[in-house]
């Protein structure tokens, strides 16, 4: 999948939102499965879509995944997505499997169109079996519209512990025609992807087969959702879906297609977007960590690294402290599994260089702490053994976060 070195046409769209793309509709309300914010969305296609998804690598998942997983790799089509939150509807057993089929079923007859162009998802509290009465209501409610006061309402249903909506949204150009390329998620605890307790959906009106964008959105994916940590947990839920309609009308995408590049950059800046929001968004977060490496041997290791070193807490927690301790990130570097020469090591915190070529530089203490105060600190390694590189995001580690999950279920 070599990308052609040429320029990129994107532009981000501040205005727009998961419905942007042309033939999507969304929707969100309140049905009670919580006490009193929104908690049941839906995401609806005029026609159906190519679709393609990632999921959890938790042995344990979700008895809505093994629908979703369904439509996704069998029907290959997906017209709607049907999400509730306040349950996850996981470790239920067979019951959690027939609810979330009729949630399925419940969708496709509320819409007129065939179940298994129905994915359903789940986000919220596990080893609770779900209300069914609240959803059938609910899904009997749901009138999805085009505008932006339903995407909002369907942005703001699929939230648990966020603090703050996610969304993003780009378009470009293919075949000389507008192509619209819009995400939003949720994500902010348990938050180890391969994936995390997030779901992301993207939607785009660009014409392209199921197959060729599964395997863009899974290479995607170890680039962006699979490079953020907030605590080190898998969840049950985790899942990543992409519906493309191709309403736009340009010539089927293939890696061969002369502006595949446009749509893969832009494809992969929305994931990205989504990914950094939710590690920004991280419980009890004040900060956004950044962490970029280069010189590693590949860039699978490259990725390693990065992700090790902000993935650690006591990285995490010196960064939430303001304190310059450097021997966190090395040490963190060294534990990473990955070839390393301790003497070829780089480390920059804000662009100031506190160890070169594995030895210590001195460094300004007070500026150091000014720029760790900072909304976004950004992380620097360098291996100097080879081309790989990788990024990572993830967020510092403060009181708030040990306040919010000791008391998550009350």
Not at 349 to 378: A, C, R, S, Y
Request: aromatic content about 4%.
């Amino acid at each position: 999948m070599t990308l052609i070195a040429s320029a990129s046409i994107m532009k981000k769209l501040s205005s727009k939102n998961i419905v942007s793309p042309k033939g999507f509709k969304a929707a969100g309300l309140h049905c009670g499965l919580k006490h009193k914010k929104k908690d049941l969305a839906v995401l609806v296609s005029e026609v159906p879509a190519s679709v393609a998804g990632v999921f959890t690598t938790n042995a344990v998942q979700a008895a809505p995944l093994k629908v979703t997983k369904e439509v996704v790799y069998t029907t290959k089509k997906m017209q709607a997505m049907i999400v509730n939150s306040g349950n996850a509807n996981a470790c239920t057993g067979k019951q959690g499997v027939k609810d979330a089929q009729t949630m399925q079923a419940l969708m496709a007859e509320k819409l007129g169109i065939e179940a298994n162009l129905v994915g359903v998802c789940s986000t919220g509290v596990i080893g609770e079996i779900m209300n069914m009465e609240p959803l059938t209501n609910g899904i009997n409610q749901l009138e999805p519209k085009d505008n932006l006061e339903s995407a909002i309402d369907f942005a703001q249903a699929i939230l648990t512990t966020d603090t703050v909506m996610k969304n993003t949204s780009y378009s470009t150009v293919v075949d000389g025609k507008e192509i619209i390329i819009a995400g939003v998620a949720k994500g902010s605890g348990m938050i180890e992807p391969n994936m995390a307790t997030m779901l992301g959906f993207i939607t785009t009106d660009a014409n392209i087969e199921s197959d060729i964008l599964q395997a863009t959105l899974a290479d995607i994916t170890n680039m962006t959702f699979n490079a953020i940590t907030v605590d080190g947990d898998t969840s049950t839920n985790d899942t990543v879906v992409v519906m493309a309609n191709g309403l736009a009308g340009n010539e089927t995408l293939t890696f061969d297609h002369p502006d595949w590049q446009n749509f893969f950059l832009t494809l992969k800046t929305v994931a990205q977007d989504l990914a950094k929001m939710i590690a920004k968004d991280g419980e009890g977060a004040t900060k956004l960590i950044e962490v970029e490496v280069e010189g590693a041997i590949s860039d699978e290791e490259g990725r390693k690294i990065a992700k090790t070193v902000v993935g650690s807490p006591l990285v995490k927690t010196a960064v939430f402290g303001c304190d310059a301790n450097w021997g966190r990130i090395i040490a963190a570097v060294g534990y990473s599994g990955a070839t390393v020469d301790p003497e070829k090591i780089t480390i920059q915190i804000g662009g100031v260089t506190m160890v070169e070529n594995g030895e210590p530089l001195p460094f300004p203490e007070d500026e150091l702490i000014q720029i760790l105060k900072m909304h976004e600190v950004k992380i620097y390694v360098s291996l100097g053994i080879g081309e790989g590189k990788g990024h990572a995001w993830g967020c510092d580690l403060t009181y708030d976060y040990v306040q919010i999950n000791a008391s998550y279920r009350s």
